[in-house]
């Protein structure tokens, strides 16, 4: 009877696995899952949010650059940063200026909101632009 139930239990387990590696394998990959997604693009997932929301003030005809140098048109400018110090710290995405203006609740980094007409970013396009600088913030 022992035997007989140990297996049984065994294939229960091994099946349970199979069924949760399978649901992993065919969901939708969330941040934060064992299984390590792809690292985030800076060329094909961060700037094309840029250059659509950001750029037509952050290049060198724009206010935003006129203002305080902030280019947002290539990896070196956004790393550059503006006359006030670093926009990104890589791996910290919690400090980084970056990301303070972007998000909802954007009262913490000298109240900027950015972009600060019109529509927010998506928590979506937020969630990349943090997990790109999480990753390293690389010129990938
Ligand atoms: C309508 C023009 C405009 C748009 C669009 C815009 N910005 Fe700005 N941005 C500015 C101006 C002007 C400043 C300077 C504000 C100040 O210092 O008072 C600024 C400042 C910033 C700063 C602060 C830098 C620092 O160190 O003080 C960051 C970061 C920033 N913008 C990021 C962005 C991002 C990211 C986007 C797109 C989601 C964006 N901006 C869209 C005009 C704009």
Request: proline share 10%.
């Amino acid at each position: 009877m022992r035997p007989v139930l140990r297996t049984l239990s065994l294939s229960l387990l091994i099946g349970a696995a199979g069924a949760a590696a399978a649901a992993i394998g065919e969901g939708p990959v969330l941040p934060g899952a064992s299984a390590a997604p792809p690292p985030t693009s800076f060329s094909r997932q961060v700037l094309p949010i840029l250059e659509q929301r950001c750029v037509v003030c952050h290049s060198p005809s724009g206010v935003g650059y006129k203002a305080i140098g902030l280019d947002l048109r290539s990896y070196e400018g956004v790393m550059a940063g503006s006359i006030y110090g670093v926009a990104v710290i890589p791996r910290h995405p919690e400090l980084s200026p970056l990301i303070a203006v972007i998000q909802k609740n954007r009262a913490s980094f000298k109240n900027l909101k950015m972009p600060p007409l019109g529509k927010l970013l998506s928590p979506a396009e937020t969630d990349m632009i943090g997990r790109w600088i999480a990753e390293g913030a690389k010129d990938n």
